[in-house]
């Protein structure tokens, strides 16, 4: 009896070892907003890497997943087709630091199938800090100068923009099953963002002399790129504040049963 009972708590602690799971992702990181017309836009693509600690539920079809991401973004108005874009003249770059939980949906049984897709969704924290060159090649953050107007005295009613926002993974992938004790897949998620500022170009332009005088020459030349002077452009349109911005990481993972015998 002894026997049976050691037997059965080894036994469930081994079932139950066998139901985590960790995997790694290496792969590039994208953005779509206003800097970019595209879907998908090969020049603002970078380096991304993902980490992620999984939980499969029994009936093995819900694996509930948490993790962190890290991944750099760009976008330039240099890389537009519409001459109006590529005119304004803006660019800028971010790296993006996330942690997400979620669950995953296996749309085949995986204890049938040795490859088979899946879908997730879930909630997640990111930060972001874009920036830019100067005219002098010196790098210049850009949430601080409030490009379009935030927190002026005269326009009270644009607030500076959180550098830490909530966004929304969606997505879907494959696996392989390789062994018992290891899987590879591929995975395109992209996050649905609760900001238009992840470029940090929103809504219209300010008043480049009020700008100036209360953030400095670097504020106003930052907010307005183009090569022809003017000296009334409050209030143009800049950006469009009606979609927001996006970005999104894919790529190859490589996933390890923690519970598997490894060899």
Request: proline letters at 4%; aromatic letters at 12%.
């Amino acid at each position: 009896m002894k026997f049976g009972v050691i037997f059965l708590i080894f036994f469930c602690n081994t079932c139950f070892a066998q139901q985590w799971q960790a995997e790694a992702m290496a792969g590039v990181s994208g953005y779509n907003g206003d800097l970019t017309r595209r879907p998908l836009s090969l020049r603002s693509l970078g380096p991304a890497i993902n980490l992620n600690i999984k939980y499969m539920l029994p009936g093995n079809f819900v694996v509930l997943r948490a993790g962190i991401g890290y991944g750099r973004i760009s976008g330039n108005d240099k890389n537009n087709s519409n001459p109006v874009l590529k005119e304004r003249n803006l660019n800028f770059k971010t790296h993006i630091l996330e942690g997400h939980i979620g669950a995953e949906l296996n749309i085949l049984d995986p204890e049938s199938f040795d490859a088979f897709p899946y879908l997730f969704v879930g909630l997640g924290i990111f930060h972001f800090d874009p920036y830019t060159k100067d005219r002098n090649n010196n790098k210049a953050f850009l949430r601080n100068l409030g490009t379009e107007g935030q927190g002026l005295e005269q326009s009270p009613k644009k607030k500076m923009y959180s550098l830490t926002q909530f966004c929304i993974p969606i997505g879907g992938g494959w696996k392989w099953k390789i062994n018992d004790s290891y899987e590879v897949a591929y995975e395109l998620g992209a996050r649905y963002l609760l900001t238009d500022y992840l470029d940090d170009v929103s809504t219209a332009y300010a008043n480049l002399q009020a700008l100036q005088a209360e953030r400095g020459r670097i504020a106003a030349e930052l907010s307005y790129r183009q090569n022809n002077a003017v000296t009334d452009i409050e209030g143009k349109q800049r950006g469009n504040p009606k979609i927001k911005d996006w970005y999104y990481f894919t790529g190859v993972k490589f996933i390890i049963n923690l519970g598997a015998n490894l060899p």
